[in-house]
């Protein structure tokens, strides 16, 4: 009996069926001591709280690092993380940088050169006004 | 335009001194230079100075050095030369190293024996704060009473001098702090903080009320009260006066007792004047423990808390008492805003600050009930890592039965690829 490969029927296209945040856990450094992690520190006791409480289904890890400027880097389930420096930030320009994050594929940086980017190419390509016979009223 | 030649010190000036004119100036200027060095040391003064205002020629005569300020050793002794020295014992040194140092300035400014007593610095409140809560709550209690006392006793000249030393003592003995803490305030009909009568005080007012407050201070004391606290004066001066003799009665015993103590220990020995003097203090400044403090506190209770504190200079009174008492100093912005003995207890004990971000968010519990964040009080190390996915045991075990390193590198050198590129040595 032959082995038969089995056929692609369908891909799967995040948001079509359900949504899955691509961004799985954010880690937030910072240091006591510097001045450049003082946004970072008043962002982790006023802003953290309630950004954290908004998306339960990302992961949140605080921890020290002295000496050195305070990073947020995002995980993603491809595998991949971005990390951000924040140094000398506010607290909202560093709630700006996690919700970058948060809204992050994870996927490395591209140029996109075409204005429609799809999976499912269309054979007929882009309908335009100025082609064909048009339609006679 | 023409320039002048400069003309430099008095040798050139009394080369110009052919024409009438410059004959005149220096007539002029001589007799300028006569007055002024017959005039006084007053003038002399002014005429120094180079501000516009005269200066305080009263304040500068009357100064006087402090007394036992001791100025630097100036004399220096010459050693004597090796050549004229008699000693037969005398052997010359070899290295300079070995040579005693006699006398000289090293030191001497460090030295608090060579200043005066005057000189030295004594704080008002005491050196270290005190940070106990319950110790901190009858200090506060404490500083109520006592400043109420004082402002109502304000405008009477007769307690001045008592008012300054009830506000400007220590702790005294644990007794007076019991007695003290044991006189009740309350709100009053406006609202306001007052002390609460109780029968204890009625009785003794009666005994002592004649004898030591005249009725010319119970009208100063009238007239020093705004009329919306004329109301509660009337219900709590008699009160007010019978506390206020007991607290001047006490201070005074107690200057009479130090007076006393210090004749009969000057005719003892220095080192046993020494002794009894750290005795007294120890007796006179007693600052309550914890436990007796939560004693007190149960007396105490909560009345006080909520009724309104307006008076300003019953606040300062307050804040004064308080520095004094604990050495927390509240700043002017901040006693403006406080209206009431719970927000004054709420300013004075407060928790200690947190010196670091992830004992602050413990001590708030930012994040108690949050259960996707994690905060490490530390920096998370690599093997932290590892250890959190259950990894290091194996890679421990592993390590160790190659024979190398678990943590750091041993005795590898870094630069041993170096060694092979340049050759050995």
């Not at chain 2, 200043?115 to 409140?125: E, I, L, T």
């Not at chain 2, 309104?308 to 520095?323: C, E, H, S």
């Not at chain 2, 602050?360 to 996915?389: A, Y």
Request: aromatic share 4%; proline share 7%.
């Amino acid at each position: 009996m032959a082995v038969k490969a089995l056929h692609a029927i369908s891909q799967g296209r995040n948001g079509v069926g359900a949504f899955i945040l691509q961004c799985k856990r954010i880690d937030l450094h910072y240091c006591d001591w510097a001045g450049s992690s003082r946004g970072m520190n008043g962002f982790i006791k006023s802003l953290l709280p309630k950004f954290a409480a908004a998306h339960p289904e990302i992961e949140f890890t605080v921890s020290p690092r002295p000496a050195k400027h305070p990073v947020a880097i995002g995980h993603y389930i491809n595998g991949r993380s971005k990390p951000i420096c924040v140094r000398n930030m506010e607290p909202y320009e560093i709630l700006k940088k996690l919700e970058l994050l948060r809204d992050a594929s994870g996927e490395k940086l591209k140029k996109v050169t075409k204005p429609v980017r799809s999976i499912n190419e269309s054979v007929r390509g882009i309908w335009s006004p100025y082609h064909g016979n048009g339609m006679p009223l | 335009m023409r320039h002048l030649p400069r003309l430099r010190g008095a040798v050139s000036a009394s080369l110009c001194c052919s024409s009438p004119t410059h004959i005149r100036t220096t007539t002029a200027v001589a007799a300028v230079a006569t007055t002024s060095s017959s005039s006084t040391k007053t003038q002399s003064l002014q005429r120094r100075t180079l501000s516009t205002s005269l200066p305080r020629s009263d304040a500068v005569e009357a100064y006087t050095p402090p007394q036992g300020l001791k100025p630097p050793p100036q004399a220096r002794k010459a050693a004597v030369r090796p050549d004229k020295i008699t000693d037969p014992a005398y052997e010359p040194a070899q290295d300079g190293l070995e040579l005693e140092e006699v006398g000289g300035l090293d030191g001497w400014w460090e030295n608090p024996d060579n200043y005066g007593v005057g000189r030295q610095w004594v704080g008002y409140g005491p050196a270290e704060k005190i940070t106990d809560p319950a110790v901190l709550e009858v200090a506060v209690y404490r500083a109520l009473v006592e400043a109420m006392v004082a402002r109502r006793q304000m405008n009477t000249p007769d307690t001045t001098p008592a008012r300054d030393a009830l506000l400007e003592s220590g702790w005294g003995p644990a007794a007076l702090t019991a007695t003290t803490v044991q006189t009740k305030l309350c709100g009053g009909s406006h609202g306001t903080l007052i002390l609460k009568p109780t029968e204890d005080v009625e009785t003794a007012t009666a005994a002592e009320q004649e004898a030591e407050v005249t009725e010319e201070a119970k009208e100063q004391l009238e007239a020093a009260v705004t009329p919306e606290q004329e109301a509660e004066v009337v219900e709590a001066k008699e009160e007010v006066t019978a506390v206020a003799s007991e607290r001047v009665a006490e201070i005074t015993e107690e200057t009479k007792e130090e007076a006393e103590t210090g004749v009969a220990s000057g005719q003892e020995t220095e080192t046993e004047v020494k002794e009894e003097v750290d005795a007294t203090e120890d007796s006179a400044d007693h600052v309550i423990s914890t436990e007796e403090a939560r004693a007190l506190l149960k007396e105490i209770g909560h009345e006080w808390k909520r009724p309104m504190i307006k008076d300003l200079i019953y606040k300062y009174f307050v804040a004064k008492r308080i520095y004094k008492l604990t050495g927390h100093r509240i700043p002017d912005g901040k006693l403006v805003a406080i209206n009431s003995g719970g927000v004054l207890l709420k300013e004075i004990v407060k928790p200690p600050k947190a010196k670091k971000l992830a004992e602050e968010i413990e001590n708030k519990q930012l994040f108690q009930s949050l259960p996707n964040v994690k905060v490490f009080p530390r920096r998370v190390t690599p093997i932290d890592k590892e250890k959190m996915v259950g990894r290091w045991k194996v890679i421990r075990e592993e390590l160790e039965r190659r024979g190398l390193p678990v943590i750091g590198t041993a005795n590898i050198d870094n630069a041993i690829e170096k060694k092979w590129v340049t050759g050995a040595k």
